[in-house]
C-alpha cells in the first residue's frame, strides 16, 4: 500500500484572552502533539486552527510559527462556530499529513478542560500510555 493522508485533532483552553496565556496554550499543545505522534514536518499537509469567538488576542499559527521546523508548514487561523453552551476558550486544530504507514498509531492531544470534548480518545489514550 502506497502514502495515504491521515489526520490529527487536538484541543486546550486558555485562562484569558491574552497573548501570554494563548502563547502558553498552544506551545503546550504542540509539545505534547510532536512528543506523542511520530509526525514528520515535511509530511504536513496543513494545519487548520480554530478558536472560540471569545479568543483575538493572537493568531495560533503565529505562535506555530514560532517553533522549529514548522516555518513551511501552511497554516490557517478560523472562528469556530459559536454554539451556545459550548466550550469556552478553546484553540483546536485539525492536522493533515502524509505517511507511509497507513496503520501509523494517532495520539489526539485534548488538554485542560478541552478533555471533556472527546472523553472517548482521552480515557483510550491514557489507558495506551500505561
Same mark, same amino acid.
Given at each position: ?9 487536538g484541543a486546550t483552553t486558555v485562562a484569558?484572552?491574552?497573548? !501570554?496565556?494563548? $502563547? #502558553?496554550?498552544? +506551545?503546550?499543545?504542540?509539545?505534547? &502533539? ?7 514536518? %515535511? ?12 479568543l483575538d488576542a493572537i493568531f495560533p499559527? !503565529?505562535?506555530? $510559527? #514560532?517553533?522549529? +521546523?514548522?516555518?513551511?508548514?501552511? &497554516? ?7 454554539? %451556545? ?30 478533555r471533556n470534548l472527546r472523553p472517548d ?10
Open positions: 500500500m502506497g502514502w495515504r493522508v491521515r489526520a490529527i485533532r484569558e484572552n491574552s497573548v !501570554a496565556a494563548m $502563547r #502558553e496554550a498552544v +506551545h503546550e499543545l504542540l509539545d505534547e &502533539l510532536e512528543s506523542r505522534n511520530h509526525l514528520d514536518m %515535511e509530511e504536513v499537509v496543513s494545519v487548520t486552527f480554530s478558536v472560540t469567538r471569545d499559527a !503565529a505562535i506555530a $510559527r #514560532e517553533r522549529p +521546523h514548522w516555518s513551511n508548514v501552511p &497554516l490557517l487561523d478560523v472562528q469556530q462556530m459559536y454554539v %451556545e453552551g459550548s466550550l469556552e476558550r478553546c484553540i483546536r486544530f485539525l492536522i493533515h499529513f502524509n505517511t507511509p504507514d497507513p496503520n501509523i498509531e494517532i495520539y489526539h492531544p485534548y488538554l485542560r478542560q478541552a480518545w482521552t480515557l483510550a489514550q491514557a489507558a495506551l500510555s500505561k
